[in-house]
């Protein structure tokens, strides 16, 4: 295999010349959005688990690249039968089961140096039937997507928690005055607004921490809808802030928050044309084009974690 690699490394580096040696850069495999659904059966009352799984795995696969050698290469069906094997003994926490398939791979194959494995959870609830919360019968729910991700780099572990298309809205205590004004605009200024936003974050939990990933996930999210609700908001961007200070203060084992919030536009309609007035009731819910604030919260002189974000997401 050294003789193929070394052929196929001369073969690239003869056809770069001026540009300098062609090479293989950083680069990982795996199988994307397996969608594995665990009931729990154990009693006539029953449980369910909805998840859609990725991993990817890094390492030593330049032979593969380079040379058609697939001798480490764990074939993406195997992640994915590997995925519904470990659902088998349950899922508990999204976070919980992606570290278990990090340390099962990472463990297994001496090559496989890290990888990536994410997770999305969909949240169900029992049906109510003649008043009765019913024991195998389920509806979905859920004013979100809960999503989770693990990034493994050698004998390091990052967690990464967080939630997507959390839709909220303030009819009023919103407004945006005091921007820069030139020829091109027309956005008049504004003390009473509706503010609405579709909230993605994500929250890195410091390295080593004990968690309770499924409780600090439930505490996050009310004190993201409750810092929502406080304050009067000069702007999204302030809002973004101090819902992410609120998650700080409150849960130590957490080492920064990353946020991405659209402005969901409502503009006033103006009734004049039809002798009608408007004041702040009727107004034109815009999808497109929004403004997008995207920023990390995060705790003065923490240590960066560039490797714990860069295959999620600048934001989220």
């Avoid at 999204?94 to 969909?122: I, N, Q």
């Avoid at 005091?178 to 390295?207: F, H, M």
């Avoid at 084992?253 to 503009?267: C, D, G, V």
């Avoid at 004049?272 to 997008?292: H, I, K, Q, T």
Wanted: glycine content about 8%; aromatic content about 10%; proline content about 3%.
């Amino acid at each position: 295999m050294t003789d193929i690699l070394t052929t196929a490394t001369e073969t690239a580096a003869g056809a770069a010349e001026e540009g300098g040696r062609i090479v293989l850069g950083p680069n990982q495999y795996g199988k994307a959005e397996v969608r594995v659904v665990k009931v729990t059966r154990d009693t006539d009352r029953h449980e369910i688990e909805d998840l859609n799984v990725t991993s990817q795995l890094r390492g030593d696969f330049a032979g593969a690249h380079l040379a058609g050698d697939n001798s480490h290469v764990v074939a993406t069906d195997t992640q994915k039968n590997t995925i519904f094997a470990f659902a088998r003994d349950g899922v508990g926490s999204p976070e919980a089961f992606l570290l278990r398939l990090a340390e099962h791979f990472t463990g297994s194959f001496d090559w496989v140096t890290g990888g990536r494995w994410l997770a999305e959870s969909y949240a169900w609830e029992r049906i109510l039937a003649h008043g009765q919360e019913h024991d195998h019968a389920f509806v979905r729910s859920g004013q979100e997507v809960r999503t989770a991700a693990v990034v493994a780099d050698g004998d390091e572990r990052h967690v990464i928690a967080g939630l997507k298309d959390l839709v909220v809205l303030k009819t009023t205590q919103s407004g945006f005055v005091g921007y820069p004004k030139d020829r091109y605009t027309t956005l008049q200024e504004t003390t009473d607004r509706i503010l609405a936003t579709s909230v993605a974050t994500r929250w890195r939990y410091r390295p080593g921490a004990e968690v309770d990933y499924n409780a600090t996930y439930a505490s996050v999210k009310a004190i993201l809808l409750e810092t929502f609700t406080e304050r009067y908001s000069a702007a999204l961007q302030t809002t973004l802030f101090e819902m992410g200070q609120a998650v700080l203060e409150r849960h130590p084992e957490i080492a920064e928050i990353r946020f991405s919030m659209p402005n969901k536009h409502h503009f006033v309609v103006d009734l004049s044309p039809f002798g009608l007035d408007n004041p702040n009731e009727v107004f034109y819910a815009s999808d497109r084009s929004y403004g997008l604030i995207e920023a990390t919260v995060t705790r003065e002189g923490l240590e960066p974690a560039p490797g714990a974000w860069e295959s999620v997401g600048a934001f989220c």
